[in-house]
């Protein structure tokens, strides 16, 4: 299959020349990036990527216009108001490319809908999108196969880089997980559309593993945890756009004893260097990456199929319930088992395994209308979160790594019954994967408030087609304009 990319002029300018050392995990790598086609990779991945694609667009088409985004695009481009780069969903509104990747990222983020990976916690849309959208206006004409090409090579790299730190172990240690090896995403996927070579890569890699940053508190009141996958965004777009430059990054980046990456993020913890290059091109990632079916964070998920089980199944109502405990692995427990406390802003509601099992109980569903504030607050869910116990099980942090979001819910009701439920597998991972079917359902589902059917249906057709398009600008074209608020849509 032939790849468009661009102008020949742009791979010459980058650093030549081999990686520094083609047999460790950073040379193994970069090697790997720089020579794979996307003939090379499997139709059901390619087809799995164009539908991973389709949810981010949705998120970032549902997110670009809340009152979170509103603020970050106000001060953003009071700050940053020059520049050509588009903003989804905002129409005439530009700033920088930098600036577009970062403000992009956190519509992706802004309602807590968008994918991410169950073993290395990242949100992998939230940065190739947006790194991407950012770059193409500055290496050429980009056409669908090379736009894919490079969501897919960013989808496989980042999973990889959080393996090798520990996965879960990185939120466990209060990093924000993907803002941590989410730049390697952002940089390799630009890098794609600038068209480096292994040594461009090489010093791509290094220049986004220096700009990591991200801290897990962001959860609780701030706003800042939506824009921080767009620090990474920005941060590996700017890595990738030196590197095309010939700006030489730091070498070996991964397997470095002294400042490396691993050895500096993963000190004391150990780092396995090994997984960043394990089943490379053998076993993808992209197939492994989760989509949302709830609108909270990942590692909830398995506390909520339970709360719904138990509703379902016993036909249970809020006022049968007088005990709720949950047992939680580590890392889970740490992210979202913290004590809630009244009153509670949505982001916080979003982290709160209290609240999630609380509203699934009660209304049936986890989704956007679950995260209104009025809702947020109400005291029928207060009651079953002043009811509620979490727990942190050691022995569920002894599974084997894709048993680890394993939890237990147990209800003791009102007339002496006890139920319970352990979920190891929550709806969107392992083998209960989001169908690519089920994601396009989700699509229509999530945008068809914000703009006109007409449109949802050529930006799916682009999206699910995208090898058939000779330049990128195509799409570009469908997001740009202003979309409808979905809040103000459904009343919120």
Not at 52 to 60: E, H, K, N, R, V
Not at 371 to 391: G, H, K, P, S, Y
Request: aromatic share 6%.
């Amino acid at each position: 299959m032939s790849v468009s990319g661009p102008k020949p002029d742009r791979v010459a300018d980058n650093a030549g020349g081999d990686p520094t050392d083609p047999t460790g995990p950073t040379g193994r790598l970069t090697t790997w990036l720089a020579g794979t086609s996307l003939g090379e990779v499997p139709p059901s991945v390619r087809e799995r990527a164009k539908h991973l694609l389709l949810d981010g667009i949705a998120c970032a088409l549902v997110g670009a216009r809340l009152p979170v985004s509103r603020k970050g695009v106000e001060g953003v481009t009071a700050l940053d108001n020059a520049g050509s780069a588009m903003l989804i969903g905002w129409g005439a509104r530009t700033t920088s490319a930098p600036s577009a990747a970062m403000l992009n990222s956190s519509f992706i983020q802004g309602f807590e809908l968008d994918d991410y990976h169950p073993l290395a916690p990242l949100h992998s849309n939230a940065l190739v999108v947006p790194a991407m959208l950012a770059a193409v206006p500055h290496v050429g004409e980009v056409s669908g196969s090379r736009f894919l090409l490079g969501a897919i090579l960013g989808y496989e790299t980042g999973p990889r880089v959080g393996m090798a730190l520990g996965g879960l172990e990185m939120i466990s240690r209060g990093w924000h997980s993907g803002v941590v090896f989410g730049t390697h995403s952002a940089a390799v996927s630009a890098g794609t559309l600038y068209g480096l070579n292994a040594a461009g890569f090489e010093d791509a890699l290094g220049m986004a593993a220096t700009q990591s940053c991200g801290l897990m508190s962001a959860q609780f009141e701030s706003m800042v945890k939506r824009m921080q996958h767009g620090f990474a965004a920005r941060n590996g777009l700017t890595a990738a756009a030196l590197a095309a430059s010939g700006y030489v990054g730091i070498k070996r980046v991964f397997e470095r004893e002294y400042g490396g990456f691993l050895s500096t993020f993963g000190e004391g913890h150990r780092p396995d260097a090994g997984q960043i290059t394990a089943g490379l091109g053998v076993v993808w990632e992209t197939e492994r990456i989760a989509v949302k079916a709830y609108a909270a964070m990942g590692l909830l998920h398995a506390a909520i199929d339970a709360a719904l089980h138990l509703r379902s199944e016993h036909k249970l109502t809020a006022d049968q319930v007088e005990r709720i405990e949950i047992d939680l692995p580590e890392a889970a427990y740490g992210h979202g088992g913290w004590r809630a406390v009244r009153p509670l802003e949505p982001i916080g509601a979003q982290m709160n395994v209290a609240y999630t099992v609380a509203v699934a109980l009660i209304d049936g569903d986890v989704l956007i209308d679950q995260f209104a504030e009025e809702r947020i607050n109400r005291d029928d869910v207060w009651n079953l979160i002043d009811r509620t116990e979490t727990r942190h099980e050691q022995a569920y942090d002894r599974l084997p790594v894709d048993e680890r979001l394993t939890t237990r819910l147990r209800l003791t009701l009102k007339d002496g019954g006890v139920c319970e439920a352990v979920v190891r597998h929550p709806r969107g991972t392992g083998d209960r994967l989001l169908t690519n079917a089920e994601i396009v359902d989700k699509y229509r589902s999530l945008t068809h408030s914000v703009f006109s059917p007409g449109r949802q249906a050529a930006i799916e057709s682009a999206v699910l087609g995208l090898e058939a398009l000779d330049d990128i600008s195509q799409l570009t074209a469908l997001l740009t304009p202003a979309v409808r608020p979905a809040l103000d849509e459904m009343g919120l």
